[in-house]
Nanobody, 114 residues
Framework: QVQLQESGPGLVKPSQTLSLTCTVSGGSITTADYYWSWIRQPPGKGLEWMGAIAYSGSTYYSPSLKSRTSISRDTSKNQFTLQLSSVTPEDTAVYYC??????WGQGTQVTVSS
């Protein structure tokens, strides 16, 4: 069973880059037909899909976040990473990583504040 765990700083200053890592166990991130995704949920709002990196390494981004988002992977560590640049307090949210249609991590709170 695929399990995922998010890690990264819980507090980021405005204008800085938010960086989160998702560590995957119970399966390889290069397994065919898996899409490793990031979503977030701001306080009081719904879930927002941010982007994904496919088993092939191809990346896909939400149009609204594309200019600030980068998703990469380290196959040797079975991890994939989210970077969100130029953050503002509106980027405060619980961030989740997951294998689309399979499993999701528990989420990690990120607050953007000076």
């Amino acid at each position: 069973q695929v399990q995922l765990q998010e890690s990264g700083p819980g507090l980021v200053k405005p204008s800085q880059t938010l960086s989160l890592t998702c560590t995957v166990s119970g399966g390889s991130i290069t397994t065919a037909d898996y899409y490793w995704s990031w979503i977030r949920q701001p306080p009081g709002k719904g879930l927002e899909w941010m982007g994904a990196i496919a088993y092939s390494g191809s990346t896909y981004y939400s149009p609204s976040l594309k200019s600030r988002t980068s998703i990469s992977r380290d196959t040797s560590k079975n991890q994939f990473t989210l970077q969100l640049s130029s953050v503002t307090p509106e980027d405060t949210a619980v961030y989740y990583c997951g294998a689309l249609g399979v499993s999701w991590g528990q989420g990690t709170q990120v607050t953007v504040s000076s």
